[in-house]
C-alpha cells in the first residue's frame, strides 16, 4: 500500500480556552476522495483551518510525509496542499481571469491548465472571464475559487463547505464539478454537511462528533450504519 | 490671471508632491488597518539622505539612491518591528509608528543638528521655466511635477497592469487566501512598506530644496498628509490622488488671495480695524486642511471615494 498523502495524527486545536480539536485522526491516500462529515460545530472546518495554518494545531500533520503543522501558509500551498475556504474569498475587484492568474503559483513553472484550458472545462466561467467577479453568482464564485485553487497544480484539494448557501440544483453542479477534478487524479478531503454530494463522490467518509473522528469507512458500508447517522449527524 | 495660472501650477505641483506621500501611506493603511504616524519621518529622510548624497555626489545620484534607502530603512522596520508588534493588535501598531516617528526625528537631531541644512535646488534647474505678467515660474517646479506623473504612471502600471500589482492589492484585500494560494504574503507585506516609505522618501527628495530642510518638517508634513488620506476616503488610491490635488489647489488660491474680511464683508458694516476684519484669506490657507477634514467627517465620514466609515 502507497504512502499516505496527508496523516493527521492526534490533532488538537482551540479558539481561546474552548478546546475545539480532541485528537483528530485521519489520513487520506493520493488521488482519493474523502469527505468529512458531522452536524455544525463538532470542528470540520477548524481541522481544514488547523491543517492550513489558519489555526494554530497541536499534534501531527504529515503532507507527503513531511511535517506541516504550524508553517507559513504559502509554503503548505507550495508543497501542493490546495485550500478552498468555506468563505470562498474571490477578489471581487478583479476579473474572473485575473482572479484565476492569481491562482498561478510561478508564472515562469506553468501549470496542468492554462487559463483558457480551464474556462474551456468550465463554461460558466468562459461567459464571465472578464466580468468582476464580485458580480458573480454564489455557485459561479464557488466554482471561480476552485478552479483558482487548480491553476496552482495542487496535489490534494481540502475544499470546506463548497455546498453552503447553494440553490439544489447549482449544488448537483458543484457536486459534478467535484467528480470532474477528482477524475483528473486530483486527492480531495471534502468538508461537508449533505450526505447526498459526499456520499456519490467520496471514496471514503470520516464523520465527526465532539472534536474527533467517531466513524471512518467506505460509503457503502457507511450506508450499512443507521446508528452512526441517527447519533453523529441526524439533527 | 497672473494669480489663477500661477496658482494652478503651484497647487498641481504640491499637490503631487502630496499625492507622493499619502499614496504611500494609503497603500499602507490597507496592509496594516492603521494609519502610520511615522509616515511623515520618512519623508523628512528623503530630504536629509538627498542633502548628505547630493553633497558628495549629485543631486541626480541622490534623486535615485536617496528614496532606495528610505525604502530599504522601511522594509527593515516592517520585517523586524511592525511585524513583530503586529500580533499585539492595531494600538500596539499605532504606539509604535507613533514612537517610531519621535525616534527619527531626534536621530535626524542628533546626526544634523535642530537648525535647518542646506539642501538646494540643483543648479540644472535653477532658473525660470517661464515668465508670466511679470511673475516667473521656476523649472524645479515643473520638474516635480514631471517626476510625481511618472511615479503616479509608474505605480498604476505596476498595481493595474502586472501580476505582482494583482498579488498585492489581492493581498492587502484576502491576505490569508492569497497565502493559502501560495503566495508569500509577509513578503509582500515588507515590500508594500518599503515601497510606501521608498514614495514618502522621494517626495522629501523633491520637496526638501523647495521648502525648508529641518527636524521639525516632518511635524509640519505629518497632519496635511493623513488630511489627505481621511478627505480622499482611507485605503483609496483615487481618493488619495483627488484630495491631494484638492488639498493642493486649495491652499495654494487661498496664498494668492489678499483680501481682507473687511473688504470681502465691509457691506455688513466691517472694517480692517477689527480683529475679525483684518484677517486675510491668505492667512487662513494653513487652515484650510483642516477645515475640510472636519466638514468631510461631518458629512460625508466615508472621504471621497472611501468604502469605509471611519
Known sequence: MSEAMLQVRDLHAYYGKSHVLRGVNMEIMPGEVVALLGRNGVGRSTTAKAIMGEVAPKGDIL??????????????????????????????????????????????????????????????????????????????????TMCRTLMGDPELIIIDEPTEGLAPKIVQQIGDMIAEIAATGVAILLVEQKLSIALRIAHRVYVMGHGEIVYGGTPAEFAERDDVRAEWLEV | METIVFGLLNGVSYGLLLFMLSSGLTLIFSMMGVLNFAHAAFYMLGAYFAFTITG??????????????????????????????????HVAELLFTFGLAYLIEEIVKIVYGKTAVDYRVPDLLNFAAFELYGASFPAYRIFVIFIAVAMLVGLWFLLKRTRAGLIIQ?????????????????FIFMMVFGIGCALAGLAGVMAGNIFVTDPAMAVQMGPIVFVVVVVGGIGSLEGAFLASLLIGLLQNFAVGINLKFAEIFGFLGMTDLSEVGRISVSSLAPVLPFLLLVLILIFRPQGLMGEKEL
Open chain 2, 170 to 186: 489581492a493581498a492587502l484585500t484576502h491576505p490569508h487566501m492569497v497565502g493559502h494560494l501560495g503566495h508569500n504574503v509577509p
Open chain 1, 63 to 144: 503532507f507527503k510525509g513531511q511535517p506541516i503543522a504550524g508553517l507559513e501558509s504559502h509554503k503548505i500551498a507550495l508543497m501542493g496542499l490546495g485550500y478552498v475556504p468555506e468563505s470562498r474569498d474571490i477578489f471581487p475587484a478583479m476579473t474572473v481571469r485575473q482572479n484565476l492568474v492569481l491562482g498561478v503559483k510561478d508564472m515562469r513553472r506553468p501549470g496542468k491548465y492554462s487559463i483558457d484550458q480551464m474556462l474551456d472545462m468550465f463554461p460558466n466561467l468562459r461567459e464571465r472571464a472578464d466580468n468582476q467577479a464580485g458580480v458573480l453568482s454564489g455557485g459561479e464564485k464557488q466554482m471561480l
Open chain 2, 56 to 89: 558628495s555626489t549629485s543631486f541626480w545620484i541622490a534623486l535615485f539612491i536617496a528614496p532606495v534607502l528610505v525604502g530599504l530603512i522601511g522594509a527593515v522596520v516592517e520585517r523586524f518591528g511592525l511585524r513583530r508588534v503586529h500580533p499585539n493588535g
